[in-house]
């Protein structure tokens, strides 16, 4: 099945850790976003593949834009 996880709020886009075509499993951080001088890990919710990258490194996101689509397993 197919999923799209989004951004849950504006941030900038400081590491991306995956390409497509890479394997996941559960919990694997496909990004890392910076806000408020944190670093918000974006995690896979399930084991699957990456399918498409929506952003790259230095992007700055909205909340609830698409940021890494993956195919779960």
Do not use: R, Y
Request: aromatic share 4%; no cysteine.
């Amino acid at each position: 099945m197919a999923e799209t996880i989004a951004a849950d709020m504006g941030a900038n886009v400081w590491k991306i850790l995956v390409a497509p075509g890479d394997k996941v499993e559960e919990d694997d951080v496909f990004m890392i976003l910076e806000a408020m001088k944190m670093e918000i890990p974006v995690m896979a919710e399930d084991a699957g593949t990456v399918t498409e990258l929506h952003v790259a490194e230095g992007d700055v996101v909205a909340p609830g834009q698409a940021l890494v689509s993956f195919e779960a397993e």
